[in-house]
């Protein structure tokens, strides 16, 4: 398994922008699908958006989709995230994580998690 490290949380105003790195160790970054998720105080974690190894076939939640990108760069193993337009509803923190699966869907399975990187979006 692969170590992830996310960075590039913090406070953000409303309206602004957020891009998030997902560091990976290791040699084989690219034969994982890769997820974002995130888990909002007294929430549960709910999937973000998810990329295939490749980075050929990509997945949105509804929340987010229309102002994020998901994206990778397999030969800097590191995976990103990209948010604008941001609400107070985006605060949470923000975890990536990888999927061994043989063909990545909306509802894959992800097994491998980061530590996490906390996003506050102030109004």
């Known amino acids: 398994q692969v170590q992830l490290v996310e960075s590039g949380g913090g406070l953000v105003q409303a309206g602004g922008t957020l891009r998030l790195s997902c560091a990976a160790s290791?040699?084989?970054?690219?034969?994982?699908?890769i997820g974002w998720f995130r888990q909002a105080p007294g929430k549960e974690r709910e999937f973000v958006a998810s990329?295939?190894?490749?980075?050929?076939?990509?997945y949105y939640s509804s929340s987010v989709k229309g102002r994020s990108n998901i994206s990778r760069d397999n030969a800097k193993n590191t995976a990103y995230f990209l948010m604008n337009s941001l609400k107070s509803e985006d605060t949470a923190a923000y975890f990536c994580?990888?999927?061994?699966?043989?063909?990545?869907?909306?509802?894959?399975?992800?097994?491998?998690w980061g530590q996490g990187t906390q996003v506050t979006v102030s109004s």
């Open positions: 994580a990888t999927s061994s699966v043989a063909w990545l869907t909306p509802g894959s399975r992800f097994d491998n």
């Open positions: 290791g040699r084989t970054f690219g034969t994982y699908h």
């Open positions: 990329i295939s190894r490749t980075g050929g076939a990509t």
